[in-house]
């Protein structure tokens, strides 16, 4: 049986603990309570890259919010547009395995003239077994709470890698929104976003300090060596046997093949090349943007139309026609129905329909026809055919079964004609809702379970149409959770424990708009 997660952890932080003399006798496995009290290893250098949520950041600096972003009290702005938060110190528990890291810098958000004013500083990282959380100084509108949490993290799949100096680098740490967090979001007495929505992943580097060896003790004079005895005389080989005769084994008469012309027509390869007769496109075209749309700043709707209708995650478009041929391959793939976002009073007006896919082998493209009204204008542009995405199609992906072929969840980015399209609010390479693609090859092949009309009320991107809570970026306070007492905490996996007790061991040694 393999040990629970909290066993592993006990035994590879007792395993460091014992090797680096940090502690007496290592812990067990059952984390009795029996065993000595350990003093703290201090981390230093320690550097927190995280950007809140890049689609928040583009919003307040975009044509919407028209705002600013500042930077202040030592955090800096990385290339990627998120932020470094600089001069980490805290310290690693080896007893309770727990981390607490604060940081030096700030950050703070303007939008709508003022209206939207939120501001994070004193930022601090804490974990308890395979989470954790982002702590921070939340200033809403002039009122500040302290030792807000802020973020909740999951370092269930984060390994610990190496960074310069020995420092440990735990990268691209999962991030999602709480409930205290999304309070700090609200516009106007609405909630921007909602408790578990995604944020940016963070990254958290820390190095443990170096303290003083201990001084060796003085080596004892060696012992004098003993005489060695005298190797005995060597047998002598004994002669080896002549070899016997190989024997000549009678071949077996093989077995008669069966003949290909009485083979079962059930077991051979069918002919699935031909026309497509049926099947649907699932698409939510962006999940943010969607989001916003329906959401209180823009305060609009969508429309469906020419039989496109909603999913849980998106709109469902049904099949028109295509071809598919197996020796390229290559897929060639046509869809009914349009949808429109209306948003801003008509100022938003964005609307595909007409959707198409066309495959060859790994590279592939969603085109469709695209009006797009201009905010500033109010011209209206028309685009025919337009390579709105670039798929990423999957090696062997072209592969039916069962007369069906199916192509899940195939990401998309957006193409530099489609941002245009799409009026400046976003950029080409942006990553837009994944595709599903099911079409079927020959006429009453059964398409599948349909699974995607639960909603499960997921929302990663931006600002949500739900209400209720309470305070926000326009004024009000927030809920403090008293972080700034105990907060033990572990830092993430059996690896992660591991590799801070090595690091301490060599520091020893050495001494040592809108995407909303």
Known sequence: MRPTRPLLLAAATATVLSVTSLAAPALAEDGGTDAPTTSAIGLTDGTLDWGVKESFRRYISGPIAGGSITVADGAETNDDGGYRFTEGTGTYDPTT???DT???????????GGELDLKLAELRVVTEGTTGSIVAD???????TEDVEFASLDLSAVAPGRGEGGAMVFEDIPATLTEDGAEAFEYHGTPMYQPGTALDAATLTVTP??????????????????????PGTPQEPEQPGAPEG?????????????????QDPDTQ???TSGTVQEGRLDWGVKESFRSYVTGPIAGGDVELSGGATEIADGYRFPAAGGEFDPEAPALDAEFTGGVRFLGHEGALDLRFSELAIEIDGTEGELIADVSSKDRTSGEVTEYDALTVAELDIPADALNPVDDVLTLDAVPATLTADGAEAFGGFYSAGEELDPVTVTVALVEGADLGDDNRNDDDGDDTGGPSTQTGARGGATGGALASTGASGDLPAALGTAAALTAIG?????????RLTPES
């Open 97 to 99: 395995h727990a981390v």
């Open 102 to 112: 604060g940081f030096d810098g700030s950050v703070h958000f303007l939008g709508h």
């Open 138 to 144: 939340v200033t809403v509108a002039g009122t500040t």
């Open 209 to 230: 300090v170096a303290e003083e060896p201990e001084e060796p003790e003085e080596p004892g004079a060696p012992e004098e060596p003993g005489t060695p005895e005298q």
């Open 246 to 262: 190989p024997q000549n084994p009678a071949p077996e008469e093989p077995e008669n093949p069966e003949d290909p012309g009485t």
């Open 269 to 271: 390869d069918p002919d």
């Open 502 to 510: 090595a690091l301490a061991y060599g520091a020893t040694r050495r």
